[in-house]
Structure formats: structure tokens, C-alpha cells
């Protein structure tokens, strides 16, 4: 076993960090200019969200919004479009709010402290700390989960890491690592090390610059740092929907701006209730939701999803329509469209309808029945 450090130095392990990252750091495209702009909506997007992942969106957001004018300009649907599959959409919904206030109150520049930045819709201690001191070179430490990670095994602390003790130390100890006028390398040298060395399964400690200083790997406890709460057990929701086609036209309605999934499109539907089955709750779900009787509900497939702790299989069926379509009365959508297909798919819906889009953009039969 390696001898257990004493101290941590902390010009040496800031030093190493930084080293480590002049070598292995990442091409990102937000990282060629520093341009606020791209540093904002790369700290927003990689939230919750594969590096991978992120950069494919982030390429695609620049070509069509490459600035907050092009943001403030344009219509919340094609926003949401755009981040559709990305999840989390009130991230979506806040950073169009955010880009027509920068817009309209500060003449299209991000504010550049990290009180200004944290006033923006959307915009929390962690963002603003990150885009602060990665856009504008703030001497301020930002801590996610990489970071948490590798402080956590660094100063092997054993306090449950989303506890007030350890983000008390972690920030402190941070805070000191932090070298003066560095802070916009040695953040992201700090977070992509999590990532890349210092990883929540296997770290690569063999290969670690700052191996010799790591308590947790001394003890070895390496792998049980940081010290995590038990996860949640997961929740299974079943649920149904149904695909009404009327004179060559799908109905589709947007969720409620308040809602789980707000202002995203969907068909309506629900939670298939106690002792009901898939079909019954959507006969049932579209006189709740529209007014309308359908029936005759015929099989699409299901679909699953997750999302949080969540577990769904969403039942998909096409419904036959037996009222009036005039008799449409929404009760939980803010608006419906009788859409062409060519609409559906400009439309931003979420995970299970997303793929029930898909499946009926590969099936002849239906698209032989609704109009391009
Ligand atoms: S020695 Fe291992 S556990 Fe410690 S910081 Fe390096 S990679 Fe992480």
C-alpha cells in the first residue's frame, strides 16, 4: 500500500491538473473561442447529457441560433424542436427566456459576473460560476460531479457527499487548489480529469498525475468515494395514447406551459388507471382530455422510456373518431393542431411519443392515409 500523504501541496496538484490538461484536453467546439455565447449554451446543454451527445446538439443550436439575437428571435417551437431528445426541456424554455433578457436588457452581451449571469432564467450557482470564470476568466472555483468526485478521493472524505459537511469541504479545499488567473483551464483541467482519469468506475489511478497525493487511493477506498446515498428505488408507469387521423389530419395537442413535458406536443392520452386496460384508457383519456369519443382502439406497439426514476411503457393505439371533430374541447393541452405529417414531425414531442413518431414515419399503410 502507498504511505498515506500528510499534506497536499496545493501548486502541485493545481500544476499537475493543468499539465495533465495542456496535454489530454478535449477539441470541444465551444473551446476554440471561448465565445460567452458557446460557453453558456455548452454548460446548459451538458447537463444531465454524454459529452458526445452534446457536442452533436450543440453543433446543430449554433447552425440555426449562432447567436442570442437569432435565440431571442426565434418561435418557442422550433427551440424545443431543436433540443427534442435532449430532455430536461425547461432548460429549453429558460434559455429562450434568458437569450430575449440578455436581448433586450443587456444589448445581446452575457453579463459577466457570476451575480449578473445567476439573474438569467435558468441560470443557477453552477452554471454561473462556470460560465464566469470559463468565458470571463473569474477567479471562482466550479464544482459538479466530477469535481466532487475527484475531491472526494483526493481528501478521502467520508461525509455523504451531497451533505452540507462535505460540499463545505469540497469547496474549500477546492477553493485553495484554485491557482489565481487560471480558473478558466484549471476548472474544466479539473472536470475533464474526473471524467477522463479519475472516473467513477476503474479511475486510471496507475496512470494519475496526482496519484502520490491522493488519500483515498492510500487507503484504498478509491471506489467508495465519494460516499453516496442509496438510490431510489424505481417507479413503473403504464401508460396509453391514441392516433386519430380525420380527413387526412392527426390531432396533436401541446401540454400545458405548467405541466411535467410542458409545452411539448403529444396524442392524447394518459396513465392507464387500476384494473383498466391500455384501450380503455384511451377511449377514457380522449373524452377526459378533448371532449371526443373514439374507439375501436387497433395496436401500434409500445414503447418504453425512463426518465428520472421513472420506468414507462407508453401502449400505442389509432383510434376512430365517432363524434363531431367540432366538439373538440381541450382540458389538459393549451392548444391542438389537425396537423399534415410533414407538421407532426416539426414538432417537438417527448421520449415515447418521440419514438411512436418514428414507428409511423416507417409505416406505408398509415402514411397512405394522412396527408404529407
Ligand atoms: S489516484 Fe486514483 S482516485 Fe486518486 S485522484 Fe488519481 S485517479 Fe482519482
Given at each position: 500500500?502507498?504511505?498515506i500523504?500528510?499534506?497536499?501541496?496545493e501548486?502541485?496538484?493545481a500544476?499537475?491538473?493543468?499539465d495533465w490538461?495542456?496535454?489530454?484536453?478535449?477539441?470541444?467546439?465551444w473551446r476554440?473561442t471561448?465565445?460567452?455565447y458557446?460557453?453558456?449554451i455548452?454548460?446548459?446543454?451538458?447537463?444531465?447529457t454524454?459529452?458526445?451527445?452534446?457536442?452533436?446538439?450543440?453543433?446543430?443550436?449554433m447552425?440555426r441560433?449562432?447567436?442570442?439575437?437569432?435565440?431571442?428571435?426565434?418561435?418557442e417551437?422550433?427551440?424545443?424542436?431543436?433540443?427534442?431528445?435532449l430532455?430536461?426541456?425547461?432548460?429549453?424554455r429558460?434559455?429562450?427566456r434568458a437569450?430575449?433578457m440578455?436581448?433586450?436588457?443587456h444589448?445581446?452581451?452575457?453579463?459577466d459576473?457570476?451575480?449578473?449571469?445567476?439573474a438569467l432564467p435558468g441560470v443557477g450557482p453552477?452554471t454561473?460560476?462556470?460560465?464566469?470564470?470559463?468565458?470571463?476568466?473569474?477567479?471562482v472555483?466550479?464544482?459538479?460531479?466530477?469535481v466532487?468526485r475527484?475531491?472526494s478521493r483526493?481528501y478521502?472524505?467520508?461525509?455523504?457527499?451531497?451533505?452540507r459537511?462535505?460540499?463545505?469541504e469540497?469547496?474549500?479545499r477546492?477553493?485553495a487548489l484554485?491557482?489565481p488567473?487560471?480558473?478558466?483551464d484549471f476548472n474544466?483541467?479539473?472536470?475533464?480529469?474526473?471524467?477522463?482519469?479519475?472516473?467513477?468506475?476503474?479511475?486510471a489511478c496507475a496512470?494519475?498525475?496526482?496519484?502520490?497525493?491522493?488519500r483515498?487511493?492510500?487507503?484504498?477506498?478509491?471506489?467508495s468515494r465519494?460516499v453516496?446515498?442509496k438510490?431510489?428505488?424505481?417507479?413503473?408507469?403504464?401508460m396509453?395514447?391514441?392516433?386519430?387521423?380525420h380527413?387526412?389530419?392527426?390531432?396533436?395537442?401541446?401540454?400545458?406551459?405548467?405541466d411535467?413535458w410542458?409545452?411539448?406536443w403529444?396524442?392524447?392520452g394518459?396513465?392507464?388507471?387500476?384494473?383498466e386496460?391500455?384501450p380503455?384508457?384511451?377511449?377514457?383519456?380522449?373524452?377526459?382530455?378533448?371532449g371526443l369519443?373514439?374507439?375501436?382502439?387497433v395496436p401500434?406497439?409500445?414503447?418504453?422510456?425512463s426518465?428520472?426514476r421513472?420506468r414507462?411503457?407508453?401502449?400505442?393505439?389509432?383510434v376512430?373518431?365517432l363524434?363531431?371533430?367540432?366538439?373538440?374541447?381541450?382540458?389538459a393541452?393549451?392548444?391542438h393542431?389537425?396537423?399534415?405529417?410533414?407538421?407532426?414531425?416539426?414538432?417537438?414531442?417527448?421520449?415515447?411519443h418521440?419514438q411512436?413518431?418514428r414507428?409511423?414515419?416507417?409505416d406505408?399503410?398509415?402514411l397512405a392515409g394522412?396527408?404529407?
Amino acid at each position: 500500500m502507498p504511505p498515506i500523504p500528510s499534506e497536499t501541496p496545493e501548486p502541485a496538484v493545481a500544476d499537475a491538473i493543468l499539465d495533465w490538461f495542456s496535454q489530454h484536453r478535449r477539441d470541444l467546439p465551444w473551446r476554440r473561442t471561448y465565445e460567452p455565447y458557446h460557453v453558456w449554451i455548452s454548460e446548459i446543454m451538458l447537463q444531465q447529457t454524454q459529452m458526445e451527445r452534446g457536442v452533436a446538439y450543440f453543433t446543430r443550436w449554433m447552425e440555426r441560433f449562432p447567436d442570442v439575437a437569432s435565440l431571442a428571435a426565434a418561435h418557442e417551437d422550433e427551440v424545443m424542436k431543436l433540443w427534442e431528445g435532449l430532455g430536461y426541456y425547461s432548460r429549453a424554455r429558460n434559455l429562450h427566456r434568458a437569450a430575449r433578457m440578455v436581448h433586450e436588457l443587456h444589448g445581446g452581451c452575457l453579463p459577466d459576473t457570476v451575480e449578473g449571469l445567476q439573474a438569467l432564467p435558468g441560470v443557477g450557482p453552477y452554471t454561473a460560476r462556470a460560465v464566469a470564470s470559463i468565458a470571463f476568466g473569474r477567479d471562482v472555483c466550479v464544482i459538479d460531479a466530477n469535481v466532487e468526485r475527484v475531491a472526494s478521493r483526493l481528501y478521502d472524505i467520508e461525509a455523504p457527499v451531497k451533505s452540507r459537511q462535505a460540499r463545505e469541504e469540497i469547496e474549500r479545499r477546492c477553493a485553495a487548489l484554485l491557482p489565481p488567473g487560471r480558473a478558466r483551464d484549471f476548472n474544466q483541467a479539473l472536470m475533464e480529469f474526473g471524467s477522463l482519469v479519475c472516473s467513477p468506475r476503474n479511475p486510471a489511478c496507475a496512470a494519475c498525475p496526482v496519484a502520490a497525493w491522493c488519500r483515498a487511493r492510500a487507503l484504498g477506498v478509491q471506489e467508495s468515494r465519494p460516499v453516496t446515498a442509496k438510490a431510489q428505488p424505481p417507479i413503473y408507469l403504464t401508460m396509453a395514447t391514441g392516433v386519430l387521423v380525420h380527413d387526412g389530419r392527426v390531432l396533436a395537442q401541446k401540454r400545458m406551459a405548467d405541466d411535467i413535458w410542458a409545452n411539448l406536443w403529444e396524442f392524447p392520452g394518459g396513465i392507464v388507471e387500476e384494473g383498466e386496460t391500455p384501450p380503455l384508457a384511451v377511449i377514457r383519456e380522449y373524452m377526459e382530455e378533448t371532449g371526443l369519443t373514439v374507439n375501436h382502439p387497433v395496436p401500434i406497439g409500445s414503447f418504453r422510456h425512463s426518465y428520472t426514476r421513472y420506468r414507462v411503457t407508453l401502449h400505442a393505439f389509432s383510434v376512430t373518431l365517432l363524434s363531431d371533430p367540432s366538439e373538440l374541447v381541450l382540458s389538459a393541452a393549451q392548444e391542438h393542431r389537425w396537423a399534415t405529417w410533414s407538421q407532426i414531425k416539426s414538432l417537438a414531442f417527448p421520449a415515447g411519443h418521440r419514438q411512436l413518431v418514428r414507428h409511423l414515419d416507417g409505416d406505408e399503410t398509415f402514411l397512405a392515409g394522412v396527408r404529407p
